[in-house]
């Protein structure tokens, strides 16, 4: 124990020489010079009580809601995550060791870039230290037994990732979707006789090559189904099973949608721990849970053990150098649905379990899709499964559109832009 403390230690030091002059420019520019110091001089005192550390994570916290999450600065980030370091190493060294990977994963998700190698070592420290973090989280229930075999149940789960361009070149981001496997999904929707949309299904490619995959899909903007590129993945054998992620990540935090969907009146966030997630949720949801949804989580960078499971899609290489590959996540119960939406990077959706239906829109049909006129301006305000058409008519006009199944090992290429 004194040897993971004396660790966690080391670390505290390494902190300080990340703090740059342009971090602390950037700090300065913020208004947040003061926010630096105090605690620049809570790592350097050995005397410092958790009431001062805490009320400085709860400064720091509340810079990172008081903007768009995009229009955060990298240095409030910063600061929010170093108080998550101070705070954890507090509580570590009480034997609480829970909440200190809480604090951890917080620093993680909500601290941006400049300290995140530092608390990925600091939760390894904090597992290594703790050898209850290596077992599953216990089971409460028969039904919690049964339902954990090779995903028994009906439920979908899903994992994807996203590549967002660093630049004004396009960026090609990779998806991979993992569920647990249940009947063929029912058609979306039986369309109504004023729509006048023919649904066509999406080409299917065993194994293109990269320049067959680049001419005939990626340039023309033409969705795609890629089948043998990714059935080599060990996620397809191992997300299978719900005890998996419990072993693997069980005690760590994750963000969980919980509601409809995200355009959803009833739609919210909470933090849980992902055993918490799996049980509320996946194996053992009561009548009144709503339905949660991992959704689009950076969960293989939080968790990097489980970026062991997939591999970069060679797809992936096609675009600028300069683009960034992002890895994103999806894990739900079976009928989560996403609203019809588009992003300005193309995707690759890869599912690893299960089944899941993909409907897509044309880019040049936008205007029919009535985009939404708030921060949200990238989702159609149209229900897709069931249409108004008096209050959205043109949607009615859209002549035809995509639809088709992925299972597991297939991915689907959405070009950027499309529905």
Known sequence: GEQRKKALQNLRVGICELFDDEFKRDCSRQGQARELDII????????ASFSEKNDILLITKQALYSKHWKEIAE????????????VAQDVFSQGEWKEALRLLDLGIMMGGPLLVDVLHRSVEIVQQSSPKLREKPTQTTPQQKKSRKDHDSPDFSSFSSTTSPSSSSSSLSSSAASSSPSPS?????????????????????????LESFYNNFLKQGKPVIIQGAFESWPALTKWKNSGYFLEVAGHRTVPVEVGSNYL???WGQQ?????????????????????GYLAQTQLLEQIPKLSEDIERPFYTYMENDEDIYIINFWYGPKGTITPCHFDPYHVLLVQTV??????????????????RDDVMNNSSQVDILNPDLVKYPLFGDIEACYEDIIGPGEGVLIPRGMW
């Open 185 to 209: 999904p029912s058609p979306l929707s039986s369309s109504p006789p004023q729509l006048k949309t023919k649904i066509q299904k999406i080409q299917r490619a065993k194994l293109p090559s």
């Open 75 to 86: 240095s409030s980030r910063g600061l929010y995550a170093a108080s998550c370091f101070l």
């Open 40 to 47: 620049l001089d809570l790592f350097s005192s050995s005397t």
């Open 271 to 291: 933090l849980m721990t992902f055993s918490d997630f799996i049980e509320k949720h996946i194996e053992n949801p009561s009548e009144n849970t709503p339905i």
């Open 354 to 371: 299960g089944q899941k239906r993909v409907r897509l829109y044309d880019r040049k049909e936008k205007e029919r899709m009535y985009p």
């Open 264 to 266: 959803a009146n009833d």
